[in-house]
């Protein structure tokens, strides 16, 4: 069965990094991709970035400069993180392994 | 990047009525092994998004079959059958032919 869960810190200060870590089962990450996806409160989603199997990366242009995605697999774990953090980073933050596959989803605030 | 154009962005419905949810892409996506990776996704409120429709016209797992999906090159559309109250959220479509992908604006299916 495959489930994915996003875990970090649902309060984050202005201009600090966001760390957040995905935790997959149900799958490999050695042959699949790990999708990272945001939801800013009322609006739509935005695609941030991915990690392939063979361990690349890909980035939204607008996010490329501040993000970062990567993965331990041997405890089956994929790592975001974005730094210089502002208000409207305010979002809901899902993994995804594509298709029907996402997490729940954590809520991320950016505020002092 | 490819840019996602939703049309409409609301949607007023009864229960009973057929509609359909325009999605047109910025480029075609269409890629060299003849794929289109053009999805459809339902997100209800509070939840993470529910896939119905991959490679433009195939029904998700469990997905009613009063959805279904159409279209190539730059030009899709998502049908539903007769709306049930369940089929009420927002609706996106998101391309994952060309890296970084995108999702549209979004479509917010509601009652008449």
Known sequence: ?112 | DVVLTQTPSTLSATIGQSVSISCRSSQSLLDSAGNTYLYWYLQRPGQSPQLLIYLVSNLGSGVPNRFSGSGSGTDFTLKISGVEAEDLGVYYCMQATHAPYTFGAGTKLELK
């Open chain 1, 1 to 112: 069965q495959v489930q994915l869960k996003e875990s970090g810190p649902g309060l984050v200060q202005p201009s600090q990094t966001l760390s957040l870590t995905c935790t997959v089962s149900g799958f490999s990450l050695t042959s699949n991709s790990v999708h990272w996806v945001r939801q800013p409160p009322g609006k739509g989603l935005e695609w941030m970035g991915g990690i392939w199997g063979d361990g690349s990366t890909d980035y939204n242009s607008a996010l490329k400069s501040r993000l970062s995605i990567s993965r331990d697999t041997s405890k089956s774990q994929v790592f975001l993180k974005m730094n210089s953090l502002q208000t409207d980073d305010t979002a809901i933050y899902f993994c995804s392994r594509g298709g029907p596959d996402w997490g729940q989803g954590v809520m991320v605030t950016v505020s002092s």
